[in-house]
């Protein structure tokens, strides 16, 4: 995370090198200076919690604590505290925060504290939020119930941190676990650089590691890494070569906040827990980050990469507090990347077994907005979907030119997995049969302005990666919600409309004029909706007053609220004893119109779909 306070809200300066590098639009840096609300919340409900800290020689270290939610807790306004069972004699962390004391015995920092970066996660939710903070006091102490050796490594740990920063992230590569407690009875197998089998074998079926780094000692950062097994590939495990790691970086946020940290200070803590058996394999290192034709050399395929050289390690037996019984995996997840000496490359990207999606229709809602079906190749392997769920569908066989230094027409390429989801837009087997989908989409970028291209006639099939998320809007007994949408954040409204109960909705939509299409489609298909909807349009001055009203023919006024104006608060909360008495508000919206709503609506039940992934 960049160094942050409320004068000076920036990247670091190894955060824009990468920015540079990368040829990354300009974008703010949306970290907060403080643990928000929706932090706090969440730090109550989540299982799990990585931690990161440096020890006495500077390295970083991870770890990941958990087992029931409710081990962690905002106890004060940006104060987190921390109380649950932990490896208390081989967890690095504990050991270098509290000092092997285990005595119970209160430690106070003096000044501001040691860094401590925390990334609290939800696997089964795919939430996640990390914060960065300064230890204030903590304490270890032993079980006092242990009747093993094992068992005796054990003990509770306690530990209060003052926050200074926060971020949420997007749920992309997160694989689906459901988190249980487990009483930990840690056994240390190793703590030589050169792992052991056992530890080998947990990185080759490793789908989800935490990494932690820092920006010299001004503040760190934990998150999580994840993929299909075997996304970090092992290139050598020897006393000479040392024991060397690599793993692909896949396309992201694109604010680089752990790649700048590494542009400076090359170190990385990798934490790799075992979900099955709760081994745990602890790792220090030094990184270096492979970019473009480094990349592709070392990784196949791959546009950006890490590589760590093992300097220490820990691989502990039964360390951890917690197992993991997986779900879904990410539809988000590409293949394998092999490194590029091995035989496995030659399987390819797609396996024999996928599934594709086939485009059947096109239809044009506006100048920039159309709406696609598609055709399942194998609709019981794709599995039931959900309205108000995306779909992840895979572009790169077309859009994919291999490795470019540049790329003058395209520089977001450079860095595109052309990997992209989409919101369903319609309802299962409603008006089209059991295997079929649309989405509809505004042509926006590479991807999109590849697809508007596309006609059904050429018969083109992508990938299909699954369906997944879940944004459901509830209409039940006689209570009143309210769906806020921009644009095309219709879409998850258009796909449930069918099981809704209209006379229980009111929806507030914000749309530019040019966009009026598709409002009337929605209402053509939808003859009841209008009447509980308001409109705000957008952009009308910009054509005339003959124009206008050619494109307002479709839209009849007299079923709907019609505003040539933007959305403003008092539209959504008009007042007291005259306004939307929703129990329970929906918003789909772009980020800027988003956070604003969210303001406004302070106080509210609120559920919003992210678009930031």
């Known amino acids: 995370m960049a160094y942050i306070n409320e004068e000076d809200f920036r990247f670091h300066d190894g955060e824009e090198q990468m920015h540079r590098l990368l040829r990354t639009p300009h974008q703010e840096n949306p970290t907060s200076t403080f643990l928000t609300p929706g932090g706090s919340r969440f730090l109550q409900t989540a299982p799990l919690l990585a931690v990161g800290t440096l ?20 106890v004060g306004k940006s104060i987190v505290g921390i109380k649950l069972l932990v490896d208390r004699k081989y967890d690095p962390v504990v050991e270098s925060l509290l000092g092997g004391n285990d005595e119970g015995k209160v430690i106070e920092e003096e000044g501001r504290g040691r860094m401590v970066s925390g990334l609290t996660i939800d696997l089964e939710k795919r939430t996640r939020i990390k914060w960065y903070g300064r230890m204030v006091a903590g304490a270890v102490s032993a079980d006092g119930q242990s009747n093993t050796v094992e068992a005796e490594a054990r003990g509770e740990v306690q530990l209060i941190v003052k926050v200074e920063q926060s971020l949420g992230n997007c749920p992309k590569y997160m694989n689906r676990k459901h988190i249980y407690p487990s009483l930990p009875e840690p056994k240390l197998i190793s703590d030589s650089p050169q792992l052991p ?46 024991t060397v790691l690599v793993y692909p970086e896949y396309s992201g946020n694109r604010l680089y906040q752990t790649l700048g ?31 473009g034709k480094d990349a592709a050399l070392l990784l196949a395929r791959s546009n950006l990469a890490i590589k760590i050289t093992i300097t220490a390690a ?68 794709a599995g039931k979907w959900k309205p108000g769920q995306y779909v992840a569908l895979s572009f790169e066989d077309e859009l994919n030119l291999g490795y470019s230094h540049m790329r003058d027409d395209d520089p977001k390429s450079l860095n595109d997995d052309y990997l992209r989801t989409f919101t369903v837009s319609s309802a299962p087997g409603v008006g089209m049969k059991e295997d079929e989908f649309e989405i509809t989409i505004r042509k926006v970028g590479v991807v999109t302005n590849w697809l508007f291209r596309q006609k059904e006639q050429y018969g083109i099939e992508v990938p299909l990666k699954g369906f997944g998320g879940e944004f459901r809007i509830e209409t039940k007994g006689h209570d009143l919600v309210a769906f806020v949408a921009g644009g095309i954040g219709i879409t998850p409204l258009l796909a449930q409309l069918p099981e809704l109960d209209l006379d229980c909705l009111q929806l507030f939509w914000t749309v530019g004029i040019r966009d009026v299409g598709l409002v009337i489609d929605a209402f053509r298909r939808f003859p009841e909706l209008p009447n509980s909807t308001t409109i705000f349009l957008t952009g009308a001055a910009s054509i005339g007053a003959q124009n206008q009203k050619a494109i307002m023919q479709g839209i009849d006024a007299s079923c709907i609220r019609v505003h040539n104006t933007r959305m403003a608060k008092q539209d959504l909360l008009p007042e007291e004893n005259s306004g939307t008495s929703a129990r329970k508000w929906y918003v789909c919206t772009g980020t800027g119109l988003r956070k604003t709503i969210l303001e406004w609506l302070n106080g509210k039940e609120v559920v919003y779909e992210d678009f930031n992934y």
């Open 314 to 381: 820990r691989f502990v037996r039964s360390g951890l507090a917690f197992r993991g019984e997986p779900g879904e995996r990410s539809p988000y997840n590409p293949p394998v990347r092999f490194l590029a000496a091995e035989h496995a490359l030659s399987k390819g990207a797609i396996g024999k077994d996928a599934i594709y999606a086939k485009l059947i229709k096109k239809e044009a809602l506006t100048p920039t907005i159309s709406r696609f079906r598609f055709s399942l190749s194998d609709a019981a392997a």
């Open 197 to 242: 089998e056992e530890a080998l074998e947990l990185i080759q079926k490793a789908d989800a590691l935490f990494i932690s780094s820092s920006n010299y000692s001004s503040d760190m950062d934990t998150n999580y890494r994840g993929g299909p097994p075997g996304f970090v590939r092992i290139i050598s495990n020897e006393p000479i070569a040392g």
């Open 261 to 291: 940290n590494l542009q400076n200070t090359p170190l990385a803590g990798l934490v790799f827990p075992d979900f099955d058996t709760g081994n745990v394999l602890y790792v220090t290192g030094a990184t270096e980050i492979l970019i």
């Open 55 to 74: 020890d006495a020689q500077g390295r970083p270290w991870s770890t990941v604590w958990g087992g029931e939610p409710g081990f962690s807790r905002a």
